[in-house]
Structures are given as C-alpha cells and as structure tokens.
C-alpha cells in the first residue's frame, strides 16, 4: 500500500522531513512493482537505493541528536532503530538477489510500518524535544 505523506509526519525540521519524504518516496516506489513479474530485478535496485539513502539519512539524524545535546540514552535508542531497519534491508536484500520473491512481499509490510511508526514516534519525540528546548521555531 502507496504511503501517502501527511502533514501529521512532520517534525518541523526541514532536514529530517526532507529525508524521510525521501524515504517514503524509495519506499512508494518499491510498492509500485510489487505484484510485477521483474519484482525481483526492482527491489534489488530500490533496495540498494534505499540501504544508500539511509546511511546518508542516518548519519545527518545522528549529528542533529548530538548537536541538539538529546539525552545520551535517547540517543542510542534511536540509533539502535536506525541500525534494525538497515540490517533488515541488508538482509532482506541478500535474500532478493537469490531470487526469494516472498521476501519482498514480507519486506513491502515491514518498510510501511517501520517508516510509519519511526516518523510518528521516534522523530516526533526528537523533534518536542528540540522545540521544548525553543531551539528551533516551526
């Protein structure tokens, strides 16, 4: 199912929004060639896409947590979710470029809930967090 972007998904810091706009974007595509015949051939190349972007993603996230002095713990709560989320792709992908078709079908469930739930969670905590601290203004 097409994720569709919500004004309820946004932090209000540009960079994270941007990225995971971004994300949802990989992830929408990924869903457009799920019951085609060359799903395999799409979701290796979306995949790659994807496990790129997050690194990228992840990397600009983590310095905003530390620049933004989050609580250490909160912290490596939310790069402990980070890590999950590529080692799922990672593995998800190994298993795509063996030809194993029903992980993509498995994969297309868990990228809409993790994303979701991540955006909603995770980076809204984070982004209170900035705005309590009146470091930025939305």
Known sequence: MIIRWKYIYETGIFVI???????VSLINEF????????????AERIVN????????????EKKLLKDYNYTPESIDKHIE??????EKL????????????IVCYKLADFLRSWIVKHMLGSDKEFASFVKKANRITV
């Open 49 to 60: 896409k994807m496990i790129i972007e997050l690194i990228t993603h992840f990397s600009v």
């Open 81 to 86: 979710e980070h890590d999950y989320f590529i």
């Open 17 to 23: 929004d941007y990225r995971n706009k971004k994300l």
């Open 90 to 101: 990672e593995n998800a992908l190994k298993r795509i470029e063996s030809g194993d078709i």
């Open 31 to 42: 869903y457009k060639y799920i019951f085609t015949e060359d799903i395999i051939d799409h």
